[in-house]
């Protein structure tokens, strides 16, 4: 099954941009909003990763979840630049149980999200025919976003909370 979550990458990719900063052009180099960190790729991996370990948690029901881990990649930029960014990206989805536990879920995530460091910038149902609840929220200190979206399965599919995790560009440390 081709996930929502890849299907509408740009889609998500644009509200990223919006609530972590990156709408906006700025005159440097990067074409960015904010100046790009120089950051190591794998303490962004590992700091993503425990992010999401902890959304887990907040969801707060036991279910299956799909395995791959964050990994880094580019991060498109605005203008085109020739300095090369990545961004930190962690996709998962939570399943094998029923409506009823995924929409408890949701708000348990709502509800935890503000006390765990997070802004709920977003909560209601999306414009597809089936109305799927989404959360997306900015962590305060590191400006990682996250996107939680309960998909009901009434097209015939697994019904599942679909999260993904986006760190913010950032240039890697040498």
């Given at each position: 099954m081709k996930s929502k979550a890849f299907r509408a990458v740009p889609v998500y990719l644009g509200s990223l941009m919006l609530t972590v900063g990156c709408s906006t052009?700025?005159?440097?180099?990067?074409?960015?909003?904010?100046?790009?960190?120089?950051?190591d790729s794998q303490q962004v991996v590992r700091e993503v990763?425990?992010?999401?370990?902890?959304?887990l948690e907040m969801l707060n029901i036991k279910g299956k979840s799909?395995?791959?881990?964050p990994a880094a990649a580019p991060c498109d930029v605005p203008n085109g630049t020739s300095r090369t960014y990545q961004i930190v990206r962690h996709?998962?989805?939570?399943?094998?149980?029923?409506?009823?536990?995924?929409e408890k879920g949701m708000k348990n995530l709502r509800s935890a999200l503000p006390n765990q460091g997070w802004k709920v910038v977003k909560y209601g149902k999306d414009s597809s025919r089936n109305r799927n609840l989404e959360i997306t929220a900015v962590h305060v200190k590191t400006h990682t976003q996250l996107e939680a979206t309960w998909l009901k399965g009434l097209d015939g599919h697994?019904?599942?909370?679909?999260?993904?995790?986006?760190?913010?560009c950032f240039t890697e440390q040498p």
């Open positions: 052009v700025k005159s440097d180099s990067s074409g960015l909003d904010y100046d790009p960190e120089k950051r990763g425990t992010l999401s370990s902890r959304v799909t395995e791959p881990g996709p998962w989805s939570l399943y094998g149980v029923e409506n009823d536990a995924l697994t019904p599942l909370i679909e999260v993904t995790l986006y760190s913010r």
